[in-house]
Nanobody, 123 residues
Framework: QVQLVESGGGLVQAGGSLRLSCAAS????????MGWFRQAPGKEREFVAA????????YYGDSVKGRFTISRDNAKNTVYLQMNSLKPEDTAVYYC????????????????WGQGTQVTVSS
């Protein structure tokens, strides 16, 4: 079992930055690839980014490439999402999740999920 708790969401103006954190507890965090997803009202959950268990490999959804960076610190059992050049269309609830598969951007392959943190980008 892995428990995930996101933090760092909030309200930011377009062009600004936020860093989300996801703290993990439970089973060995460092063995799980991790991902970030987001869901806006009335829309399907969207893949944002994923990182391998070691942190050596990452990949991103097309809508955030070049603006967002995923990273992890296995010593702190934490995964991060640095979000720069934010746009109003980035407004959503952001979720971190853990999977035993790599690579994958399909939400159905992620077994453990956090409760989400709201990110709102004003124009």
């Amino acid at each position: 079992q892995v428990q995930l708790v996101e933090s760092g969401g909030g309200l930011v103006q377009a062009g600004g930055s936020l860093r989300l954190s996801c703290a993990a507890s439970g089973r060995i965090f460092s063995t799980y690839p991790m991902g970030w997803f987001r869901q806006a009202p009335g829309k399907e959950r969207e893949f944002v980014a994923a990182i391998s268990w070691s942190g050596g490999s990452t990949y991103y959804g097309d809508s955030v490439k070049g603006r967002f960076t995923i990273s992890r610190d296995n010593a702190k059992n934490t995964v991060y999402l640095q979000m720069n050049s934010l746009k109003p269309e980035d407004t959503a609830v952001y979720y971190c999740a853990a999977t035993s598969q790599w690579p994958t951007h399909h939400a159905a392959t992620y077994r453990y999920w956090g409760q989400g943190t709201q990110v709102t980008v004003s124009s």
